[in-house]
């Protein structure tokens, strides 16, 4: 099982540079869970960049993995891995969920980069 970041669900959507790299798991729906959370950013994202319909339909690829939401143990161990590892609320969400479901987390967020369980691929400049 895995965990997509927002970050490479975009590289994914927008032909990235790393669009290759995500590719394969995302193409493997079954094995994919979904933070509630990162369906927010996405969501958020797309309207920003694109529109609603483009929004809805991306949000519609998500609910074919296993969409998993915010619960009072995933909020309460996101906030212990915050003050853990300085991270950001939403990245500590994204952190937690991964931990909960033994799944690892792919990203490009080098926020991540040296916590275990993460599988960190950079972006060239």
Not at 16 to 22: D, I, K, W
Not at 61 to 73: A, K, S
Not at 78 to 84: E, I, V
Request: glycine share 4%; net charge negative; with cysteine.
């Amino acid at each position: 099982m895995v965990i997509v970041d927002t970050c490479g669900w975009i590289e994914w959507l927008t032909d990235g540079q790393l669009a290759e790299v995500y590719a394969p798991f995302l193409a493997d729906s079954g094995n994919v869970i979904v933070p509630t959370l990162v369906q927010f950013e996405l969501y958020r994202w797309c309207l920003r960049e694109k529109n609603e319909a483009i929004a809805l339909d991306v949000i519609g690829l998500t609910e074919t993995c296993q969409v998993r939401p915010l619960d009072t143990r995933i909020a309460l161990s996101a906030a212990d891995l915050c003050a853990q590892y300085k991270l950001a609320m939403a990245d500590a969400v994204v952190y937690a969920s991964a931990l909960a479901a033994n799944a690892e987390l792919l990203t490009s967020d080098a926020h991540f980069t040296a916590l275990p369980g993460v599988h960190y691929w950079p972006k060239t400049a």
